[in-house]
Each structure stands twice: as structure tokens, then as C-alpha cells.
């Protein structure tokens, strides 16, 4: 259970203010009017602080929660600016299009793609297949993934696959990330980046019922917080 002591607003709005501003096409401005409307007077500094807080923490819970996924997975990576530079979104999904896992990178090279794929198993468990583009460096993670699963006693090696057409999967998937990070403009900070892209990815999750839940999407990001 996510901590809210301390705060100097009710959980319920707090959670309602995050999941708004992760799900939809709003700055923190327009979040700011819109919760005046509702008789809720708090600065876009605060929100931003809210998102940032409290979106690795939900990810975090949402990981564990999540249905089970396929063993079958669809690993790329997409753009996304910070600072005025571009960094690395690295994401998988099965091959039904559920979230695997994600992680924000300032470097695309094989100790990024290894860290990726160590985070991804670690969440997820161990896959039979990868499907990758021609990336040489997303080659040598899963060689360098399977040389440590070697070591600990794991003598079936994952399968790499190359295939674009396979992968058309989780390039159609990057849309919704993009879609909702365009209107953003680009993200003053990595850490900042790095949290609000993980709250994203968990609304994208409920859109995708990952939760096995008919309730509503905020009351599923709600019950991700405890």
C-alpha cells in the first residue's frame, strides 16, 4: 500500500489529479483549472510533484498485479525528447500486446539492452523467444541475458528473432505513449521523464485490461495505490 501521509490533500484527489493528467491530453495548467472547477485550489508545481512521486510507485504495484503474460515477447525502442536531446524508451509487449515492461535510457547500446532485458525477466519471468529488429545491440543483450541465465543453471537459451513484420506489434503500440508525450513538448528532466512515462504506461495497461477488472480506469489506478 502506496504512503499518502503527509499530504496536505485527500488521497482520492490526489490519485484523480495523477491518473488525469497520465491518461489524458492536459498540461498541468489545464489540470490546475480543471480541478478549480471542482472547488480544488493547488499549484502545477504540486501536480507535477504528485506525478512524479507517486507514478513509480503505482508502476511498481501494477507490475505485480498485472494478468499473466505470453512467453512469446516483442522488444523496441522509441524516441522520446528530454532536455532538448533525444533519450531511449525501451518497451516489450507479448504477442497478444500485453506490457511486458519499459525503462527510459540516455544511451541505446548493449549495456542499456541488457539492463532492459534483465529488468523485463525479472518482472516477467523467462521468455522462449524474443522478436527484435536488425538492432546489433539489442543482439548482444539477449546473448549477454543468456550467458547469465547460463550461469545459473538455465541451459535453454531464449531465441532471438529478427523480424520487423513480427514486430509491427509494439510500433503500433508506441502511439498511444506518443500520442499522450507529444502534446508535452519534451520533459525538463530524466528523472521527471523517467516517472511520468511509467505512469503513462500503466494507464495504457488498464486500457488494455491487464488487471482483470470491469471497474472503471480510475478506479483501477485507484486500487493499484492500495
Do not use: C
Amino acid at each position: 500500500m502506496i504512503s499518502f501521509r503527509g499530504s496536505q490533500f485527500p488521497k482520492s484527489v490526489i490519485l484523480f489529479a495523477v491518473f488525469f493528467y497520465l491518461r489524458y491530453s492536459v498540461s498541468y495548467r489545464d489540470l490546475k483549472e480543471i480541478l478549480a472547477e471542482r472547488g480544488v485550489t493547488v499549484d502545477h508545481t504540486t501536480l507535477n510533484r504528485w506525478v512524479t512521486k507517486f507514478s513509480p510507485l503505482i508502476a511498481l504495484s501494477a507490475q505485480k498485479r498485472k494478468s499473466p503474460t505470453g512467453k512469446s515477447w516483442r522488444m523496441d525502442e522509441t524516441y522520446i525528447k528530454v532536455k532538448g536531446d533525444w533519450t531511449y524508451l525501451y518497451r516489450a509487449v507479448d504477442k497478444y500486446g500485453k506490457t511486458l515492461d519499459f525503462m527510459l535510457s540516455e544511451r541505446r547500446n548493449e549495456p542499456a539492452a541488457t539492463l532492459f532485458f534483465a529488468k523485463a525477466l525479472s518482472t516477467n519471468g523467462i521468455p522462449e523467444k524474443i522478436v527484435i529488429d536488425k538492432s546489433g545491440a539489442n543482439t548482444a543483450g539477449i546473448r549477454g541475458v543468456n550467458k547469465i541465465l547460463k550461469r545459473f543453471g538455465y541451459q535453454v537459451p531464449i531465441t532471438t528473432i529478427r523480424s520487423k513484420y513480427l514486430n509491427n506489434i509494439i510500433e503500433q503500440d508506441h502511439r498511444f505513449i506518443k500520442r499522450r508525450t507529444r502534446p508535452m513538448l519534451g520533459f525538463k528532466s530524466f528523472s521527471s521523464a523517467a516517472a511520468t512515462l511509467e505512469g503513462i504506461e500503466v494507464t495504457h495497461m488498464i486500457r488494455k485490461k491487464q488487471f482483470n477488472s470491469n471497474t472503471s480506469g480510475f478506479a483501477q489506478f485507484a486500487g493499484l495505490a492500495g
